[in-house]
């Protein structure tokens, strides 16, 4: 038959157990923390990205400042229909393909 502990090695037990407990807590707190940075540094990113291209926009075409957001998308979707600047898009993504792939040799 198993020994019965005495109080004081219960509480020291206890103590022991609330001790690991507290230590397991706080490293899943920074495990959370560090999924947490990681998720919000994918958003800061593409948030930056989408900021210096409008701000890119702005500075070639100054007009669209005056542009309300329904406004301005309206105007994109119409530029960005017109075939000339379809086919300069176009150019402008195969010449970064092209330069992608000598890069990779």
Do not use: D
Not at 21 to 37: F, G, M, P, V, W
Not at 47 to 72: D, N
């Amino acid at each position: 038959m198993a020994k019965q502990k005495t109080i004081p090695e219960l509480e020291a037990e206890k103590s022991e157990n609330e001790r690991k407990l507290s230590q397991l807590q706080h490293k899943k707190q920074q495990i959370e923390n560090r999924i947490t940075y990681y998720e919000k540094g994918g958003r800061h990113k593409r948030a930056h990205h989408l900021i210096t291209r409008g701000a890119a926009i702005e500075s070639v075409a100054p007009l669209t400042k005056v542009l309300t957001e329904t406004e301005f998308y309206a105007f994109a979707e119409k530029a960005l229909a017109v075939p000339e600047v379809k086919g300069l898009l176009m150019e402008a993504v195969n010449e970064h393909n092209r330069a992608e792939q000598k890069e990779r040799c």
